[in-house]
RNA sequence: GACCGGGUAGCUCAGUCGGUAGAGCAGCGGACUUUUAAUCCGUAGGUCGUGGGUUCGAUCCCCACCCCGGUCACCA
């Protein structure tokens, strides 16, 4: 660091503005060298980027300079640039960046470079950037020296997005997956909302909150641990499609595929119930698969979705895996085979409980392909409604697993304000005994609810989750860019 | 929270059966007008996670703690 600030010092000693202001680009990295083709020589281009090698070689030097989403070799004659511009060269380091013009042309070797014929420093790096080095074997990147601390990527994503082109294809992939399911939505006549991030009540969830004060009106407010509540009250206002996507805060641990704050996609529909909103979840899928499927360097790790997805349901498939019809079963004959599978402290769960502990480790963890679980029983399901025509207590709700994680969840939405109500306030009861995740009795959407609220369909689908299925990336850290950290 | 692995140069790592440490790359100086992990010669760079203990002496052994990763547990 001290050299380099010692170059930068002799460059403005020498007249050169270390940080510029502008550059006007023709062409990016990769269009530089779609523009040669299969020529020799090419027409004249202004590329700019990050130098990221530097081969000296006495009176000429050969450099790559990567940008966005490419990179193109740099080559430096004394004889092209003259004496004193090519001497400046010396000042430049790994990571700075330039902008460049100059002819497209092949080397001995066959890469196609531009012969610089002006160089101009766009920016200085003072601090180096953990490039590694790597060459091309057999087709595939090996990197040696290559920036992998986990940690440290993560802590400084901008130097890992900076030396790792895959990990801002990644981000972009990211960028586009949110960008399908707007363009999904809004095609089907979905409106865009935004709803509060800090409530004076939270709920639509099971979750601690964050937190905060407010200052001027001296009240706590919670950072949302869902969306849910405040959507539904734009159903009643008379929006009939709504979605928002946004972020979601619970108070609780991190780990591979939790991070406090996470993005949460939530979309209803008047009018529509469960099953409406299954094949909505199905074609929003797919047209973010394709969408994602088509970055480079990221979409070959996306499956291939097969609609329709196969659809379980939720008490035949627990009782098929535990060869007993687990609602008939007694109490203690469900216990003990929740003790056989392995489910711990089996003593201290509610029944209900009990059989959802027995659905995850005998059927969801084993779900690959995606696939609609449906029809779960009430007490797993408190905003769901009561399964039509179907037996009591079950619901109208489904969720999407694959690769035994859940990917969405949705119900058939409970609008009936006096039940409601009851749940509100057996919410409320397990708080005042010392549930923090339990929620309180909203009176404004109970209010909102006795207005009446449509038949509606509502879907959450977590982005981070969703994406990390769909490149296969088992690190939700791996997903966010400025992933919640201890400080250092 | 439990267990396992790890924390040494800017990056990736090695090592010291206990005698205050090395390599490659990056850096710095030099040679080189088609190189691509360029090459060649030279050179600099480290409170070995923190604190304590044992010892003549600790980066190494012991204890505690911190941090990271993995597995498990917890978690609608």
Redesign the pocket.
């Known amino acids: 660091m001290q050299?380099r600030r010692e170059?930068l010092e002799r460059l403005r000693a020498a007249g050169v503005e270390p940080f510029g202001y502008s550059f006007d680009r023709s062409h990016t990295a990769t269009e530089a060298v779609a523009a040669l083709g299969d020529a020799d020589e090419g027409p004249t281009v202004t590329v700019a980027g990050r130098l990221v090698?530097?081969?000296?070689?006495?009176?000429?030097a050969?450099a790559h300079l990567a940008d966005m989403d490419g990179r193109v070799?740099l080559y430096f004659?004394?004889?092209e640039i003259g004496d004193e511009v090519f001497a400046q060269l010396?000042e430049y380091?790994?990571g700075d960046w330039v902008g460049v013009r100059g002819a497209m042309?092949r080397?001995?070797?066959?890469?196609a470079?531009v012969k610089v014929s002006h160089v101009e420093l766009l920016a200085k790096s003072l601090r180096?950037l953990?490039l590694?080095?790597?060459?091309m074997v057999d087709g595939t990147l090996v990197r040696?020296?290559?920036?992998?601390?986990?940690?440290?990527r993560a802590r400084q994503r901008y130097a890992d997005l900076a030396v790792h082109p895959e990990v801002r294809a990644l981000f972009r992939a990211r960028s586009v997956l949110t960008r399908a399911i707007r363009s999904h939505l809004d095609g089907l006549g979905y409106l865009e909302v935004e709803t509060p991030v800090l409530q004076p009540l939270y709920g639509g969830?099971?979750?601690r909150p964050f937190i905060t004060h407010h200052n001027t009106l001296d009240m706590p407010l919670y950072l949302r641990i869902a969306d849910e509540l405040y959507l539904k009250r734009l159903i009643v206002g008379g929006f009939e499609r709504v979605y928002e996507i946004g972020h979601d805060f619970r108070n609780?641990?991190i780990?591979?595929t939790?991070n406090p704050e996470f993005t949460m996609l939530e979309f209803y529909e008047a009018f529509a119930d469960y099953r409406t909103m299954m094949s909505r979840v199905e074609s929003l899928l797919v047209n973010a698969a394709d969408a994602v499927r088509a970055i480079p360097l990221v979409g070959e790790k996306v499956p291939t979705l097969v609609t329709p997805f196969p659809r379980i349901e939720w008490v035949p498939s627990l009782s098929q895996a535990a060869g007993v019809e687990v609602m008939a079963v007694s109490d203690a004959e469900l216990r003990t085979l929740a003790e056989r599978i392995g489910v711990?402290?089996v003593a201290t769960l509610s029944r209900p409980k009990v059989l959802d502990e027995m659905f995850q480790e005998l059927v969801e963890s084993k779900i690959q392909v995606p696939t609609f679980v449906v029809d779960y029983p009430k007490e797993l399901s408190?905003?769901a409604k009561p399964k039509r025509g179907g037996p009591a207590g079950i619901t109208e709700r489904f969720e999407l697993f694959a690769r035994g994680k859940e990917l969405a969840n949705a119900f058939s939405e409970l609008n009936d304000p006096i039940d409601q109500r009851e749940r509100f306030e057996a919410q409320a009861a397990l708080r005042a005994a010392g549930d923090d995740?339990a929620s309180g009795v909203d009176e404004d959407y109970l209010r909102a609810m006795e207005y009446g609220m449509p038949p509606t369909g509502g879907v959450g689908i977590g982005i981070d989750r969703l994406f990390m299925y769909l490149t296969d990336t088992p690190?939700i850290?791996d997903v966010i860019l400025f992933p919640t950290?201890?400080p250092e």
């Open positions: 050299a170059k090698s530097w081969r000296s070689q006495g009176k000429t050969f070799q004659r004394r004889d010396a380091d790994l042309m080397t001995r070797t066959g890469e470079t180096p953990p590694g080095k790597e060459q040696y020296s290559a920036f992998s601390d986990t940690e440290q969830a099971a979750a609780e641990g780990d591979r939790h711990p402290k408190p905003l995740e690190n850290r950290m201890r």
